[in-house]
């Protein structure tokens, strides 16, 4: 008796929704590709409840993609930040250095 009527069953357990990562990373990191993250992220759990599975796994790849493309620009800045506060004490020290 096959019933045309019932849902096929989950090929698999749903995928992480990332959204913890998606957060932290909009907190910490880097804002704009942050909310992006998040966006995917909370469609996971929909998309798999509605059955739509291989949605659902896209979603979760593209919510992780945007959590670390977040936290890559975020540290980027960070050292660029670094980088140009270490120029800027090099540059003070020297002029202090001509005025003498």
Avoid: H
């Avoid at 907190?27 to 599975?53: Q, S």
């Avoid at 593209?62 to 270490?86: D, E, F, Q, R, T």
């Avoid at 540059?91 to 250095?97: P, T, V, Y």
């Amino acid at each position: 008796m096959n019933n045309q009527n019932v849902p096929p069953y989950p090929p698999q357990v749903p995928p992480s929704s990332n959204l913890v990562w998606a957060i932290l990373t909009t907190i910490f990191c880097c804002l704009p590709f942050g909310i992006v993250a998040i966006i995917y992220a909370a469609k996971v759990n929909g998309l798999w409840a509605a059955g739509a599975y291989d949605a659902a796994y896209e979603a979760s790849r593209k919510a992780k993609n945007w959590s670390i493309i977040s936290a890559a620009v975020g540290g980027l800045v960070i050292i660029v930040y670094v980088i140009l506060m270490c120029a800027g004490i090099d540059i003070a020290g020297m002029q202090e250095m001509q005025g003498q």
